[in-house]
């Protein structure tokens, strides 16, 4: 058994950063004593966040709250994401999976149509655009002849009104492939926090619209995609793509092809917690969260399965990481107890992301997990989010003195960050410094070592030059490194390396004087008093 001889409390301060341009960074620009003091006094160091520093393809690929926090949780670096499905395409297995042969025997057996839909971009953290490329041809090659996409347009992890570039390069491909035996079409879209992608069954409306949009073929026609956002566009000055209201293409009044019984369906985002809830409907022989009807008779197939103990979807085309030595598991093995807190927008990452994808806990004696529900309103409006009411909530832990491991996420810099509004962001990240000075003085009275992080940045650069040098929003993450602060002056950290999230575990593990996994990355404590 491990004497705890001092508990831990790890905050995560989602989508801050340390900006490299300087350009956009409310970070910066934030009145952030706490923070700065800390970084000032405390030994810190810089980790990476992104790229393949989280197991995605290429240092140019953003890092995400996802696969941060699977990264944090677990100590190790998974092949995830765009770089896990690449590798099933260039391999071939996702064309010999089950899931594929039965997308695409149903198609031709029963002449229908395979449908794709998700988002429309290649920001590599949701989907990319390469992949549905890759899938159109496979499709063609595979005898299908009828296929129709629906976009949800991103502007969130791509700059803010790029969709019509991307509408550009999918209409291309399905006009070099399109023919007498081969037909594809854009049939329906809107933007990715307007319609479909909803998360953490926060706002199950947005799942209803994309419904009525792809399936019942409900809504405005247009004659093609871009005819529907520069409409769109021009009657919302200002709007961005994330936002833009759902449509459908079609000639004279009439879908190009809505989602029927005996058809297909992929669904070709790889990122779990956006898919999960379109899935549900897809999937689910009940469904009460909205009128969806009976359920469809398709073929539903998502490129992962989104979360493995829901077995959701039942098809996937890609077999996910099997993470396991996750610092939970380590923790309950030497009977620590832990305490999990988030609001509804990140609470997912401090659980189930956290413990490498997994629904559920390891151990119900050793874990606590708490849920503070999000504010349905857009995060610029109240840029402050949850921030006091998680303050109060780790302090209320802390003073329990029932936990010797306590994990929180404030999500202000990210998703506040997402709306593109500096001036908001500013206040969202001036919300977690407030929280951050009273969690070091609860920590201090109660014999806790706090520790700082940030899973990825966003609020560290929030607008970007283009190629004439004009500046505009910038509503994705950055490709920033992130702090991690140990505040105790008597423990040191190693300096020169290149460190990225998955040290983190193996750092605590370290403060705990607790043995890591042969399979972790090294711990960055050089020395504890």
Not at 7 to 31: P, R, Y
Not at 69 to 90: D, R, T
């Amino acid at each position: 058994m491990v004497i705890i001889m001092k508990s831990i409390l790890l905050v995560v301060m989602d989508g801050i950063g340390f900006s490299s341009s300087g350009i956009g960074d409310a970070v910066t620009m934030a009145n952030t004593p706490t923070l700065d003091r800390l970084l000032k006094e405390y030994p810190n160091i810089r980790l990476k966040a992104h790229g393949s520093g989280v197991g995605l393809p290429s240092d140019d690929d953003m890092g995400n709250s996802e696969v941060g926090h699977n990264a944090l949780g677990c100590g190790q670096v998974y092949s995830q994401g765009a770089k896990l499905v690449n590798e099933s395409i260039e391999s071939g297995k996702l064309y010999q999976s089950a899931a594929w042969k039965k997308v695409a025997e149903n198609v031709v057996q029963n002449d229908s149509i395979l449908h794709f839909l998700g988002l429309l971009s290649d920001g590599n953290v949701h989907s990319n655009i390469a992949h549905l490329l890759n899938m159109l041809s496979r499709a063609k090659k595979d005898g299908i002849k009828k296929v129709r996409v629906h976009i949800l347009l991103d502007g969130r992890d791509v700059p803010a009104t790029s969709a019509l570039d991307y509408i550009e390069q999918l209409e291309q491909t399905m006009s070099s492939l399109n023919d007498d035996k081969f037909d594809s079409k854009i049939a329906s879209g809107g933007g990715r926090m307007n319609i479909t992608m909803d998360r953490y069954q926060a706002d199950w409306a947005m799942v209803e619209r994309g419904w009525q949009t792809h399936v019942k073929g409900q809504g405005r026609v247009f004659a093609t995609a871009t005819e529907a956002i520069e409409t769109l566009r021009g009657e919302t000055p200002g709007i961005i793509d994330q936002d833009l209201p759902p449509f459908i293409i079609g000639e004279n009044g009439k879908p190009n092809g809505r989602i029927i019984d005996n058809d297909s369906v992929v669904l070709f985002n790889f990122r779990g917690d956006r898919a999960i809830e379109i899935s549900m409907a897809f999937d689910n022989a009940e469904l009460s969260q909205f009128d969806r009807g009976g359920k469809l008779n398709v073929v539903y197939a998502g490129m992962l399965q989104y979360d493995g103990d829901l077995k959701l979807p039942g098809l996937y085309l890609v077999e996910p990481p099997e993470i396991t030595n996750t610092l939970s598991e380590l923790l309950v093995a030497h009977n620590i107890r832990q305490y999990a807190v988030s609001e509804t927008q990140k609470f997912g990452h401090v659980t189930y992301f956290w413990n490498g994808n997994k629904s559920g806990k390891f151990s119900d004696a050793l874990e606590t997990y708490k849920e503070i529900v999000s504010d349905k309103v857009s995060f610029d409006k109240l840029p402050k989010m949850k921030s006091v009411e998680i303050t109060d909530d780790v302090i209320a832990a802390i003073k329990s003195g029932k936990y010797d491991f306590i994990r929180c996420n404030f999500p202000n810099g990210d998703m506040v960050g997402h709306t593109g509004n500096i001036d908001a962001t500013i206040i969202g990240v001036e919300a977690v410094d407030s929280a951050l000075a009273r969690l070091e003085k609860a920590c201090e009275e109660n014999g806790f070592l706090l520790l700082v992080t940030a899973d990825h940045g966003n609020a560290d650069e929030m607008l970007e030059k283009d190629k004439k040098g004009n500046l505009s929003p910038r509503t994705a993450h950055s490709l920033n490194p992130v702090p991690f602060i140990v505040c105790d002056r008597s423990f040191k950290l190693k300096s020169g390396r290149d460190y990225g999230l998955a040290n983190v575990a193996p750092t605590i593990a370290s403060i705990l004087g607790i043995k890591q996994p042969d399979c972790w990355e090294e711990s960055a404590l050089s020395f504890a008093p």
